[in-house]
């Protein structure tokens, strides 16, 4: 009786917390019959922004494990004055508005910005390309997975990296047979939240790449395209993306748990010092 | 009481009344909406021009047929301004809002950025760069309808082979274009004034003009009749019109 109205509170609490987050999810569902889904998914638009996306999604994740790894590494392994700084920085793009990340990619690598010269000199052509859009979605997503990687190195013991420098490994056999086998799990949850944020990935997009069937039109433009000319269509391509989504969200969870049972995705925004 | 009851409590009082809050904000005249000014649902191109007339309305600029869609599926709105009676005389025909009154009219022009990196001199250039870059709004939308119109009564129509991006709105066009993206786009006559620095404006001749008329229409049962009528006679009146000659529309 005592803790009667608390238990209550909660339970109300998540109770409408769980409604309000399913059903614009759960209505999705409803307003489509079976038939239109298959229909909306074997259609040319779907096909051509499901390609596009997949494409220019396992290019951006190439480039984020390529590069976020090391920098992860570094800044979960020395301390330095700045360090701070620079994890804000690449966190940065985690909470910037997309239209933001946009302008800024625009004003960075558009034709008449800052580097537009330099690139055409080269022969790179980004405007209206995939390119433009793998730049788009590495921007934006590879906070998520350099946030969850730091956080992963900072858990290796590091008492096991220190045993083996001693027993004559160089730091970068410790770093391949060490620390990046024991991060292994977090890394992998990491990548997993960053592709689930770069399927999503709409408004960098739109204004660096534009839209163009086949070429820059992913799945999340596809269902801003199509809400005014092929409602079904669009609601179609939704779907997919939540059942898409859901499923990396879930693979996130699961990845961490073959090394520790009790990590969440919560991990990605924890304090650094946590473990 | 023991302590606990005063957590439980209090925590539960906070719940209701954060909520309730909450829905305070959705309550006609609250919060959530700025008063009781009237929900205006606007074509994007008449973003500069509108709030010029009377800033007395909370505006929602757009492609007007994705507004028209967002009115079909509920969305509430006092006055929908479309870039096309396509898009009014439809909503009107299903009982959605009341007659359409034409209120202005626009022409075509493109654009090329100051920099002009194709080198288009007039329209039937962009015909002769093969590389070129040519940024449109999908058939659906009034600015990539009347495109398409320009093109077919030029016997362009091959040129829309160029395009690298099909934009949700005029805005999107004139933003590509601006900022040298693009190389060339269709826009209104009107949207060339916002970035005169940065772009050149080409003519279209007048025998491929398409009849771009801007229609005005109020909803069968808006929220706000006061508010709504007085919009209207607004940009009717001689100031409305006036704003509009300024931003160099056309008056029917």
């Known amino acids: ?275 | 009481m023991s302590r606990r009851r005063v957590l439980g409590a209090g925590a539960l009082a906070a719940l209701v009344a954060t909520t309730a809050s909450a829905l305070a904000l959705a309550a006609p005249g609250g919060d959530g909406r700025a008063g009781a000014r009237p929900l205006v649902l606007a074509a994007a191109s008449l973003a500069e021009v509108l709030p010029r007339i009377t800033s007395e309305a909370s505006y929602s600029f757009g492609s007007s047929n994705s507004l028209a869609e967002q009115i079909r599926r509920g969305a509430p709105f006092d006055v929908y301004f479309s870039a096309s009676p396509l898009y009014t005389q439809a909503l009107h025909r299903e009982g959605l809002a009341r007659k359409p009154v034409a209120f202005a009219t626009n022409s075509l022009v493109v654009i090329v950025p100051r920099s002009n990196p194709a080198k288009i001199k007039t329209i039937f250039d962009l015909a002769r760069r093969p590389k070129l870059k040519l940024v449109v709004a999908g058939p659906k939308v009034p600015i990539g309808l009347y495109t398409r119109e320009v093109l077919k009564r030029l016997g362009l129509l091959r040129v829309l082979k160029k395009t690298v991006s099909l934009e949700p709105d005029v805005k999107g066009i004139v933003g590509k274009v601006a900022l040298g993206q693009a190389d060339a786009g269709f826009v209104y006559l009107t949207d060339v004034a916002p970035v005169a620095t940065r772009v050149r404006a080409l003519r279209v001749p007048e025998r491929a003009q398409p009849t771009v008329v801007y229609e005005l229409a109020i909803a069968t049962k808006p929220n706000d009749v006061e508010g709504a009528q007085e919009l209207v006679i607004a940009v009717l009146g001689p100031d409305g019109r006036r704003q509009l000659r300024a931003a160099r529309f056309g008056l029917p």
């Open chain 1, 1 to 275: 009786m005592r803790s009667s109205s608390f238990a209550a509170a909660l339970v109300a609490a998540a109770a409408l917390s769980l409604v309000f987050l399913l059903i614009p999810i759960v209505a999705i569902f409803v307003e489509l019959s079976p038939g239109e889904l298959a229909d909306g998914l074997t259609s040319q638009v779907a096909r051509d922004a499901l390609r596009v996306t997949a494409e220019t999604n396992l290019a951006a994740l190439a480039l984020i494990v390529l590069f976020g790894t090391p920098t992860a590494y570094l800044l979960a392994t020395r301390s330095f004055r700045g360090r701070a700084l620079l994890v804000t920085l690449v966190e940065l793009p985690l909470v910037l508005p997309p239209a933001v990340a946009g302008i800024g990619l625009l004003a960075a690598f558009g034709r008449l910005g800052l580097l537009g010269g330099t690139l055409e000199a080269l022969g790179i052509e980004i405007a209206f390309t995939k390119l433009a859009v793998v730049l788009a979605v590495t921007y934006v997503a590879s906070p998520f997975y350099v946030r969850t990687a730091i956080a992963a190195f900072e858990a290796v013991d590091p008492d096991l990296v220190a045993a083996s420098r001693t027993l004559g490994a160089g730091p970068a056999r410790t770093f391949g047979r060490v620390a990046l086998p024991l991060a292994a799990g977090g890394l992998g949850a990491g990548l997993a939240l960053a592709f689930a944020r770069g399927l999503g990935e709409f408004g960098a997009t739109i204004m660096f790449a534009g839209s163009f069937q086949g070429v820059t039109q992913t799945l999340s433009l596809a269902v801003y395209q199509e809400f005014d000319v092929d409602f079904d269509l669009a609601l179609a391509i939704g779907a997919l993306l939540v059942l898409a989504s859901a499923l990396i969200l879930f693979a996130a969870k699961l990845i961490p748990a073959w090394k520790r049972s009790n990590s969440t995705s919560i991990t990605a925004f924890a304090p650094s010092g946590s473990r």
